[in-house]
């Protein structure tokens, strides 16, 4: 292995407080959610009580970082590698290649599979979009999980609500909801019975709730939204108010689901975690008081991989921001850690459980991320360096300058740095897929538009029907 590449099991120190009673862990993650979007990272205009008094309480990180879009993200929350070595480096949509094998392989380790061997019960509910369930109906079981209901994006080659009347694959079976069911609520409902359960049998779970808000179509929550507009002001544009009340409405689930812990007796010993997959999306433009950000899903900049973090665990987590940088690929070391759980296999993620801790500790003194087409940088506390020459001087002494990065025409004064990132850049560049046997097939790529790809699902279907 590369020398680059961190052997975890000789970083994790098992927490002692983990060891005779671990911590549950319910782990959220919205969807197209940059932290401009919440009022705990400086919005005005949008209206979340519930994360922010879930920040007030806990650790907030002021530098947390995704890849720009979902499919990537996904692949790197899970295993904890980066997408230029699990492959999973572009947006992957259904109805996928059906002569391809493109799906999230088996033989790469998930957080499902690392809690699901430690004793821990586990469920995932929300979104996949890592492989289609119709050609591959073990997912999500064959990833770790125990128990799962995820919507299904395409079935049939049509393609189907995430809100409401939803499709879901839920434990191994295809249900068809009507349009009375709102996804999003349906999905915690299933966390919630989950959690319940396990309870009932006195052992630890792993919830991951990968929600599907606020990702477009923009759309109005059930519900009365006057609390949602509280702070709306007269100006604000069409999209931007739809928004704003599907953010509202992803915070009343997540305080559902931290009312739930309360009512269950569970809240002092479950962590929970919130965060978001990518930056917001490019039509929606968000207001930091005088500052208008517009959303930079899809791009390599602040605004595309910037996303909130937020880790509330009463008694064990000392509330607070926390400046140190951490990535979604951080995640699954940092909460195996927090459980006690020793890694033993290879992830590039690190384990920044002293972080959320406010010990000390090794920090991550860079951040790296691919993305598609062979785009790349590197960046730490003040530099960021990109694959094509570009090079910025990052400022985080507000919202405005953290997000409109100055180019360094001259990089002379700053010589040490730049080299420095360079070489950790063409580090991160060498980084090659782990395992050449499966292909990712990204969405849009070799001449398919979608129309070609459902062409070739219904007939791939008529080729199996007729060898029967």
């Given at each position: 292995?590369?020398?680059?590449?961190?052997?975890?099991?000789?970083?994790?120190?098992?927490?002692?407080?983990?060891?005779?009673?671990?911590?549950?862990?319910l782990?959220?993650?919205?969807?197209?959610l940059?932290a401009?979007?919440?009022?705990c990272?400086?919005?005005?205009?949008?209206?979340?009580?519930?994360?922010?008094?879930?920040?007030?309480?806990?650790?907030?990180?002021?530098?947390?970082?995704a890849?720009?879009?979902?499919?990537?993200?996904?692949?790197?929350?899970?295993?904890?590698l980066?997408p230029?070595?699990?492959?999973?480096?572009?947006?992957?949509d259904?109805?996928?290649?059906?002569?391809?094998?493109?799906?999230?392989?088996?033989?790469?380790?998930?957080?499902?599979?690392?809690?699901q061997?430690?004793?821990?019960?586990?469920?995932?509910?929300?979104?996949?979009?890592?492989g289609?369930?119709?050609?591959?109906?073990?997912?999500?079981?064959?990833?770790?999980f125990?128990?799962?209901?995820?919507?299904v994006?395409?079935?049939?080659?049509?393609?189907?609500?995430?809100?409401?009347?939803?499709?879901?694959w839920?434990?191994?079976?295809?249900?068809?909801?009507?349009?009375?069911?709102?996804?999003?609520?349906?999905?915690?409902?299933?966390?919630?019975d989950?959690?319940?359960?396990?309870?009932?049998q006195?052992?630890?779970?792993?919830?991951?709730?990968?929600?599907?808000?606020?990702?477009?179509?923009?759309?109005?929550?059930?519900g009365?939204?006057?609390s949602a507009?509280?702070?709306?002001?007269?100006?604000?544009?069409?999209?931007?108010?739809?928004?704003?009340q599907?953010?509202?409405?992803?915070?009343?689930?997540?305080?559902?689901?931290?009312s739930?812990?309360?009512e269950?007796?569970?809240?002092?010993?479950?962590?929970?975690?919130?965060?978001?997959?990518?930056?917001?999306?490019?039509?929606?433009?968000s207001?930091l008081?005088?500052?208008?950000?517009?959303?930079?899903?899809?791009t390599?900049?602040?605004?595309?991989t910037?996303?909130?973090?937020?880790?509330?665990?009463?008694?064990?987590?000392?509330?607070?921001?926390r400046?140190s940088f951490?990535?979604?690929?951080?995640v699954?070391?940092?909460?195996?850690?927090?459980?006690?759980?020793?890694?033993?296999?290879?992830?590039?993620?690190?384990?920044?459980?002293?972080?959320?801790?406010?010990?000390?500790?090794?920090?991550?003194?860079?951040?790296?991320?691919?993305?598609?087409?062979?785009?790349?940088?590197?960046?730490?506390?003040?530099?960021?360096?990109?694959?094509d020459?570009?090079?910025?001087?990052?400022?985080?002494?507000?919202?405005?300058?953290?997000?409109?990065m100055?180019?360094?025409s001259?990089?002379?004064?700053?010589?040490?740095?730049?080299r420095?990132?360079?070489q950790?850049?063409?580090?991160?560049?060498?980084?090659?897929?782990t395992?050449?046997?499966?292909?990712?097939?990204?969405?849009g790529?070799?001449g398919?538009?979608?129309?070609?790809?459902?062409?070739?699902?219904r007939n791939q279907?008529?080729?199996?029907?007729?060898s029967?």
């Amino acid at each position: 292995m590369k020398q680059y590449l961190i052997l975890i099991i000789l970083l994790v120190t098992p927490r002692a407080f983990a060891q005779d009673n671990p911590p549950n862990i319910l782990l959220i993650m919205a969807d197209d959610l940059g932290a401009e979007v919440l009022p705990c990272y400086g919005n005005t205009v949008y209206s979340t009580p519930h994360l922010d008094r879930m920040a007030s309480e806990g650790a907030l990180f002021e530098n947390a970082y995704a890849t720009p879009v979902c499919t990537p993200t996904r692949a790197m929350i899970l295993t904890g590698l980066y997408p230029n070595r699990s492959g999973f480096l572009e947006r992957l949509d259904s109805p996928l290649d059906p002569e391809r094998n493109n799906r999230l392989p088996v033989h790469l380790k998930t957080f499902g599979h690392v809690f699901q061997s430690a004793g821990y019960k586990t469920a995932i509910a929300g979104k996949w979009h890592l492989g289609d369930f119709q050609r591959y109906p073990d997912q999500p079981a064959s990833h770790g999980f125990d128990e799962h209901c995820l919507w299904v994006q395409y079935w049939e080659g049509r393609r189907h609500s995430r809100y409401f009347g939803p499709h879901n694959w839920e434990n191994g079976k295809y249900k068809v909801h009507g349009k009375e069911i709102f996804g999003p609520d349906y999905c915690c409902d299933f966390l919630i019975d989950f959690m319940k359960r396990t309870q009932e049998q006195n052992l630890p779970f792993f919830a991951y709730f990968p929600m599907n808000l606020i990702h477009a179509p923009l759309i109005t929550p059930p519900g009365d939204q006057t609390s949602a507009e509280t702070h709306f002001p007269p100006d604000l544009g069409e999209r931007e108010r739809k928004a704003g009340q599907m953010v509202h409405y992803m915070d009343a689930i997540v305080g559902r689901l931290l009312s739930k812990l309360k009512e269950l007796g569970l809240e002092e010993n479950t962590l929970v975690i919130f965060t978001g997959d990518n930056g917001t999306a490019g039509y929606l433009v968000s207001r930091l008081g005088d500052f208008h950000l517009r959303g930079g899903k899809r791009t390599m900049n602040e605004a595309g991989t910037r996303v909130p973090f937020i880790a509330r665990w009463p008694g064990r987590i000392p509330p607070g921001r926390r400046d140190s940088f951490i990535s979604l690929m951080d995640v699954l070391p940092t909460l195996a850690s927090m459980a006690g759980i020793p890694i033993e296999h290879e992830v590039d993620g690190m384990d920044l459980s002293h972080n959320l801790l406010g010990e000390p500790g090794k920090d991550r003194e860079t951040f790296a991320m691919a993305f598609e087409g062979g785009v790349y940088f590197v960046r730490d506390e003040r530099f960021r360096l990109h694959e094509d020459g570009r090079f910025y001087d990052v400022s985080v002494s507000s919202n405005q300058t953290r997000y409109n990065m100055n180019v360094v025409s001259d990089a002379g004064p700053h010589a040490f740095a730049r080299r420095r990132l360079q070489q950790r850049l063409d580090e991160f560049m060498a980084i090659k897929q782990t395992d050449r046997s499966y292909t990712v097939v990204p969405f849009g790529t070799g001449g398919d538009n979608f129309k070609n790809a459902q062409d070739k699902a219904r007939n791939q279907k008529r080729k199996l029907n007729g060898s029967r």
